[in-house]
């Protein structure tokens, strides 16, 4: 940091080089020329006293003579007019002193009015980032206390339901009990009238029921015993997930701190140069003095203009640090479990001949939104309700010049937009209420994109990824600008169908039989997991995940399709059935008995409902 300006050397010293000046001997003859910035008063710094540290100028080649002139090829150095003129200099860009000086003050005007613009903006940081880091704070807590309010209901429902279970077998076992006692009393009393005759038979018979009911006690028991198992196993999952989601919490709480940091650190630093910069430009200015202006200023106005660039720096993502990126819903569910039968099947009205369904996904309210190909060079958006009627529907010309059929996928992106593509390279944004459709061709952008597109998936930051016939993901925002591309592992020949999950992408691979999890981070993902897969020479379709986080993948072989569950971790294959041989595509959708499990058919044009139950 500059902290005084020495006349004699014409230039601004940092402390050590200061203290140089004090102390060194070779040197020594610049002791009266130094000026001390840290502690100078510009206002008492009268001519005078700045005379004391100043010389006259002298030529830089006749040292001894004075200057009257500044060559500006030469970097504004010293010179005398007989120097210019016997040819020393001759061809340069000489100026008066003067006419230099007054120049180089003109452009520091211009630049201290630019800086003047910027100082509330600057000082003014320092406070948002106090704001941010108090509502962080609070944000947390206020996350935490409803994770643990939202664990202590979920525990006390199960504890409550096993305590009525409890109630209901012990009842039953009282009414066994009572009936036992009422056989014994009616077998005694038969046993009393033939006694002798009798006793041997009854004592057998007795015998039996004995055995009878002590199967039944015991069967009783043993249900107990298993209800009061799955009440613990379930209040120890759900503290475990607390425990894990307390984590999380903490991880990122820690990661937007830095990210904070960052912020504060660079407005201090900007604003002790500001600070230094406006001393400097003060205390030169208050030389009057023509040979340092010219000398100096030049200097001031380079620095100025980087000073200027991160005076003006905007921080647009400042105020969402408050916030954490773990979800805001802590997920306390128990299993999630597919009904042992669709809960409805229905055709999907408005398909022409020749249509086909290559992409489903929810809407707005109880609508859902498919998609797909139309026969002559058209692809469809199809808004139907659950019953399969038509809302609203759309058909949509393919990119000019393009080679691919016009298949089309599509993907939920809020409560009324729907992100599409089509392999003829079209990514678009559909509101399935007003039928409004913007897109934009991938081809004409900026991007090395070979081959066509294939999927298409969102995130709950409103991102967008397109996933293509090689193994590029492109990544849009929800202005369909291109931000990056994600090239998969060499593993995966394509994506056939790609979806979010937590901070990783569940990839279908098309070239195989297995599907994966890969990284999202940089440019080139990396395998992180690769999922069970069913037996049977399979190959994925399509994939999704529901409000729990588990997730769904549709495979298919020439013996018809198969419906597989994952665990929240991607670790575990829960549960694999069958399903309709020509399924082609799967969605999920929230719904006010839950979640729902939407699959499409390609070409007979149906829709399967399951429901998702813990």
Known sequence: MVTSYCFKCRGFLCQQCSQFHISNKMVQDHLPHPLNLQTIDVRSLTLEKLTSFTEDPKCAVHVKRLAEMCCETCGNIQTRTTCYSSGEHKGHVVHEVKILAKREEEKLKKMKSELEKCRDNLYDLPKRVAKVR????????????????????????????????????????????????????????????????????????????????????????????????????????????????????????????????????????????????????????????????????????????????????????????????????????????ITGSHESVVDIKGMGSGWRVDGITSGSGDHIVVTGYVQGGQSHITVINRDGGVVRQDQINMVTGSSYTPLRHCHSLSEHLIATVCRSNQVGLYDNRSGKYRSENIQAMNISWPGCATCVCTDRLNNIYVGGSRRDVLVFDDLLNYHRTIKLPEIIARARDVAVHDDHLIVCNGGGDRSYTVSMEGEEAEVIHKLPTPDGGLCPLSVCTDSSQYIYMLWYRSRGGILTQYSQDDRQLLTTRKVDGDAWCIATMITDEGDKLLVGTQFSEKMYTFGLTD
């Open 134 to 337: 108090q509502a962080l704070g609070a944000n947390i807590t206020e996350q935490l206390e409803k994770a643990r309010s939202e664990h202590k209901n979920v525990s006390d429902r199960i504890m409550e339901k096993a305590e009525e279970d409890r109630a209901v077998l012990e009842k039953q076992r009282e009414e066994i009990l009572k009936r036992k006692k009422e056989d014994f009393d009616q077998v005694h009393r038969e046993l009393e009238e033939e006694m002798k005759k009798l006793k041997a038979k009854y004592d057998n018979i007795l015998k039996e029921k004995e055995q009878n009911y002590s199967k039944e006690e015991d069967k009783v028991s043993t249900r107990k015993g298993v209800v009061d198992k799955k009440s613990s196993v379930k209040v120890e999952e759900l503290n475990d997930k607390l425990r894990s989601y307390e984590d999380r919490v903490k991880t990122s709480r820690v990661d937007n701190e830095k990210r904070i940091t960052k912020v504060a650190d660079h407005s201090t630093h900007t604003i002790n140069r500001y600070e230094n910069f406006t001393a400097t430009v003060e205390t030169v200015q208050a030389s009057h003095d023509e040979w340092t202006d010219a000398q100096c200023l030049p200097a001031i106005t380079a620095a100025g203009k980087s000073l200027i660039e991160d005076a003006k720096k905007e921080f647009p993502d400042l105020e969402s640090l408050s916030k954490t990126s773990v979800r805001d819903t802590l997920m306390l569910s128990g299993r999630v479990v």
